[in-house]
């Protein structure tokens, strides 16, 4: 086990985590949906569970059951009772996370809502979450019993929203489930939404590595119609009621578009199976969020529409992390004495896990930059650049300062790409062999 990995990482693996499984043994094909409240401050968290509900056929993976292949800033397992072997695990991170490192966490406590899927046990099982802090210790923890049996594990229903198969690359079982999620859209605007649901799948596959994997993956649409087109923007003072509650202005942020209403989002999807949920947002003002295995939220008619898209489904699916940086950011999310568990920044605590096995020879860490990237402001002048220029910019492979909103001691793969600028269509090749072994891990 690598040395940089904390106990909870420790914990999870060695608790079964790496035996061999047989999901049919342990779980139906069905799925487990637990709501959960997570509250506190800059300071102290608490998890509180709320309640469970039995959905649909279970859409998740069959294989590493017990093994998340990136730790996240929380994990839930499903254990035995009586060996603690792990049955299921998964990694996830939370809006509530993102909101502790705010000034506001600093002086105010707020409490979160977050749904998470597991399959659905054959007998009573406990449930373990934890959620972590940014030094990746064990900041809260809960574990509860679930028995299959409880008469309290409400059944969902077909809840009667209109569904679409809108890319189907093979079964059910076999593929990494996506659904696309309605918002702000007018009952009228129903046939809008199913369009611009296959744009988001036609976004996705015109970019490596998701093009060549395409057959790995199926796209479902939810439409639930608004009463009004449009989205909430609170400095405007324009609240609308969508079914989804997505708003602007995150964290006081205007262009972090989010929903802290994770159980609607969940009960909008009724029984539609699904791993990775996208909400598309009936605007065309710039924005978006993406959070690592629970939701991707994008605007539906912004021209920077592909760009958002993959750029925001690289956080929710791939678990990667920004690779800008502002000048006056808080060095609070990132510390220097704790490796990032994104795969795709390092603050070189321990470098040896991350992309230093395909660094050519002699590569100096960290990195100088190009003159190019180093004078000028590359985003601007992208569209001016040979191709040679900006393949360069973004294959040239290093230990580039700068990345995770920090300017300093935080350092990316390379000096420009899709997780760094918009105009940049290509992932980095430290994010592309990222992604495909998030791909392969759900699908092999």
């Not at 509250?39 to 039995?54: E, K, P, S, T, V």
């Not at 040679?388 to 580039?400: D, F, I, M, P, W």
Request: glycine content about 8%; aromatic content about 12%.
């Amino acid at each position: 086990m690598k040395r940089w990995m904390p106990a909870l990482a420790a914990l999870f693996l060695t608790l079964g985590g790496l035996q061999a499984q047989d999901f049919d043994a342990d779980f139906e094909n069905a799925t487990l949906r637990l709501d959960y409240v997570f509250c506190g401050d800059a300071g102290h968290q608490a998890i509180y569970f709320q309640r469970a509900l039995r959905t649909s056929e279970w859409a998740g993976r069959r294989g590493n059951l017990a093994e998340p292949l990136l730790e996240g800033n929380g994990q839930i397992r499903v254990l035995d009772p009586d060996s603690g072997r792990c049955l299921y695990a998964n990694s996830f991170s939370t809006l509530f996370q993102e909101w502790q490192v705010t000034t506001e966490a600093l002086h105010v406590q707020k409490a979160f809502e977050n749904c998470f899927q597991v399959p659905f046990p054959k007998r009573p099982v406990d449930v373990e979450i934890c959620l972590v802090d940014t030094h990746r210790k064990v900041s809260s923890r809960l574990k509860h019993r679930i028995d299959p049996a409880d008469i309290l594990i409400r059944r969902v229903g077909d809840n009667g929203l209109s569904s679409t198969v809108v890319w189907q690359g093979g079964s059910l079982a076999e593929t990494i489930d996506i659904v696309v999620l309605s918002d702000g859209y007018a009952l009228s605007e129903k046939a809008k939404f199913f369009g611009d649901a296959a744009r988001v799948a036609k976004a996705l596959f015109r970019h490596e590595p998701f093009a060549s994997n395409r057959d790995r993956f199926s796209v479902r649409a939810v439409f639930a119609p608004s009463p009004g087109s449009g989205t909430s923007i609170p400095r405007k003072g324009d609240w609308k009621d969508t079914p989804a509650e997505t708003h602007f202005d995150t964290f006081y942020s205007d262009r972090y578009l989010t929903t802290s209403s994770m159980q609607k989002v969940y009960d909008l999807l009724g029984t539609v199976p699904f791993e990775h949920v996208v909400v598309l947002v009936n605007t065309p003002i710039y924005g978006g969020g993406g959070i690592y295995n629970s939701v991707t939220i994008m605007p539906s008619d912004n021209p920077t529409f592909n760009a958002v898209m993959v750029h925001e489904f690289g956080h929710a699916f791939g678990g990667l992390a920004d690779e800008y940086a502002y000048g006056d950011q808080e060095e609070t999310q990132y510390p220097a004495d704790t490796e990032p568990w994104e795969p795709n920044v390092t603050t070189l605590h321990d470098f040896d896990v991350k992309w230093k096995d395909l660094l050519p020879a002699g590569t100096p860490v960290p990195t100088e930059p190009d003159e190019l990237d180093r004078t000028q402001d590359v985003r601007r002048i992208w569209h001016t650049l040979t191709k040679e220029q900006k393949a360069r910019l973004n294959l040239k492979l290093g230990v580039y300062e700068g990345a995770g909103y920090q300017m300093k001691g935080v350092f990316r793969p390379v000096q420009e790409s899709r997780m760094r600028i918009n105009e940049c269509e290509e992932f980095c090749p430290g994010c592309t062999r990222a992604i495909v072994r998030m791909i392969d891990y759900y699908t092999r």
